[in-house]
């Protein structure tokens, strides 16, 4: 047997989070192929299988946590139709996601779960103490969790209602539900046919209604109270994600250590559309790339953070370390939540330069497959709430950064212009900086700086 353990990511990346298992027990994987996501706190990367094989056993589910050098799987190394590489039946079925076809009502009970000292991939290890505890068979019980998983409280709910108690004991022979009819709302587990259905008994009374419905509801009048307070009212704890946490965390650590504060502005977005909207087919056939608005703004922040560099700057300690390069942080919403890739020395990169790279960090960011060294430094960083739909935000600093910059969405407004009311696209725009080392004043020309550029693109190429 191969074992596949959790190998290092970083010399400061000591746990990782399961994020998805791409082949399931019973599957055949080939060598070098993705096996499972792993996340960290940092990225999310793929694991792939260093031999072909048949997966086993998988040690960590979905969402677990690991350590560095902990099993997540046990493969059986072999070539596809081998011998060697056939899993177990039971491993296989049990792998497949779906339990197996329900026994009948007599043996629903009595049946034990399996012995062999390894669940069955589509049972939670909660829900197997509990079946072991009550001699229950997890093939009676219909799975309710995500991926059709068998929960705990599937268990629960399945004892509660047969009256059973622990070592088999209750209703020995505790019958099936009966089958859904076209207007009930519920799925039969239980034999369809006739005579199964002539002697079957019938279904005991529950000890106690649950707390959520009046007692004296008939099952009709409970579906319907039901589904007049929505399908679902239940409550699961879902532990935070790797990235989640670290967000989290930073963000937290940007409100208490720095003294943070926002200045906005607008800019009329008309001059930089009538050029996009000018060229966009031609910078898209010489480049292969489509002209969007980011690279306006991140050409437009360099030329900013050049005029006020202590925007550019960070604190460390008692020092301030002030950066003599451009690294610009684009804010990205990814598959597993926002990532902030960051874009190395701007002030050399050229229109399409811009436009490739956030391109190619947005097809990385969808696929989770965002490098850790890819998120790295940073002097300064961009988000754009607009694509959203958000009218006017207070972004927060990412640490050790002094600044960020928040676009917003494009609104056609009134404003006053060479004595006139006319209607232009309109954009507002919020700089987040850090007090410590950012006066109000620079702040302020921060934001002018950009209006003045972007209101006339002509700067950005004259630098001037």
Known sequence: MLEIKVPEFGESIQEVQVGEWLKKVGDFVDKDEELVELESDKATQALSAPEAGVLQNIAVETGGFAQVG??????????????????????AAAGSGTPAPAPVASATVTADPPTDGAAASWIMPAAERVLNEYKISADAIRPTGPGGRLQKEDVLGYIEKHGLKPGGGGVANAPAPAPASASSGVDAFSDPSPAAAQSAPPAPKQSAPKASTPPSQTAAQTNEWNNSMGSGREEKSVPMSMIRRTIAKRLVEAQQTAALLTTFNEIDMKPVMDLRSKYKEQFLKKHGVKLGFMSFFAKAAVESLKRFPAVNSQV??????????????????????????????????????????????????????????????GTFTISNGGVYGSLLSTPIVNPPQSGILGLHSIQQRPIALDGEVVIRPMMYVALTYDHRIVDGREAVGFLKTIKEVLEEPARLFLEV
């Open 316 to 377: 460390e300690g008692t020092n301030v370390i002030w950066k003599e390069y451009f690294d610009i942080g684009i804010a990205i919403g990814g598959g597993k939540g926002l990532v902030v890739p960051v874009l190395r020395n701007v002030e050399g990169m050229s229109f399409a330069d811009v436009e490739q790279n956030i391109g190619r960090f947005a097809g990385l960011a969808k696929e989770n497959k965002i490098k850790p060294a890819d998120l790295k430094g």
């Open 70 to 91: 902990d099993l997540l799987c046990v493969m059986a190394p072999g070539e596809k139709g081998s011998t060697a590489a056939q899993p177990q039946q039971q491993t």
